[in-house]
């Protein structure tokens, strides 16, 4: 009876482990009375206006969140958000992506992801996006998440909306998922003289290439990339380093060909290089 208990209890162990991990209903497959199951949405029944809906214009499965400022009878818009919240994690990770499509009605209209992550009822990470282009066809994005220190978050709350003046705007929201942080590894034990982010190699490159940094005294390490434009696409690293050379890999393999820039802050210490992605 003691080993059945034990089994049950690793069995339990395991699955929590695995599913600590996923975003729940990531893709949006699953809806119940026509809302997400796990999601919490600003439909009203009471005004029977329901901004976010299922819709079958998917990135891949069957279905996709659609989020629609609509009209709620009372002379305002009804914005549409979709929220999970806690979301179970169990590690730092480095970034939160998607698909989306984005069909802005006027000027002003947009589009905002935001991710916090948690530690019991304290905010220990997150994340939010730039400005959201329109795309009449389906877009990768990928939200970075900083952390203000090496705490390990246990819980995470996504906030997904549409906003604008009137209604019409909307967006569709497919494969949400976590990225890990990139790892880097340590290029041997000899103590370098100065900082130095040094260039790319391969570049051009496709999909892969690698990034070497040195830091001469024990430092605070960030180690991001950014597209031409400048917006963040990726954290390789956010930590403290003794003192060494490091490598540090960008896979490029979810971003479409063009320049993008690494940047290295250790300190007072900043410097950049231009990489080209050519697929």
Request: glycine share 8%; proline share 6%.
């Amino acid at each position: 009876m003691k080993k059945f208990k034990l089994v049950l209890c690793l069995i339990f162990l395991t699955s929590s482990l695995r599913f600590a991990q996923d975003i729940p209903n990531a893709g949006f497959e699953n809806w119940t009375n026509g809302e997400p199951d796990s999601w919490i949405t600003t439909n009203s029944s009471v005004l029977s206006a329901f901004p976010v809906t299922q819709s079958s214009s998917s990135h891949s499965g069957s279905s996709a969140a659609r989020l629609e400022v609509v009209n709620s009878g009372l002379g305002t818009p009804i914005l549409p958000i979709m929220y999970g919240e806690n979301i179970l994690v169990n590690k730092q990770y480095g970034s939160l992506t998607g698909f989306y499509q984005f069909y802005p009605n006027e000027e002003n209209a947009g589009m905002a992801v935001i991710v916090s992550m948690y530690k019991g009822a304290n905010i220990v990470g997150g994340g939010e996006s730039g400005t959201f282009s329109a795309a009449s066809s389906y877009m990768q994005f990928s939200i970075p998440i900083d952390y203000s220190g090496s705490e390990i978050p246990d819980s995470a709350y996504i906030h997904i909306s549409v906003g604008s003046i009137n209604a019409g705007a909307y967006a569709l929201i497919d494969d949400l998922k976590w990225e890990e942080t990139v790892g880097v590894d340590e290029l041997g034990k000899n103590v370098p003289p100065k900082f130095k982010l040094k260039q790319n190699y391969p570049n051009p490159f496709n999909p892969s290439t690698s990034i070497e940094f040195s830091i001469p005294q024990e430092s605070f390490v960030e180690l991001k990339v950014f597209d031409i434009l400048g917006n963040e696409v990726s954290t390789l690293t956010n930590n403290i380093y003794p003192a060494g050379n490091y490598k540090a890999d960008f896979n490029g393999n979810n971003f479409p060909s063009g320049i993008y820039i690494a940047k290295m802050i250790a300190g007072n210490f900043t410097q950049t290089r231009k990489m080209i992605l050519i697929k």
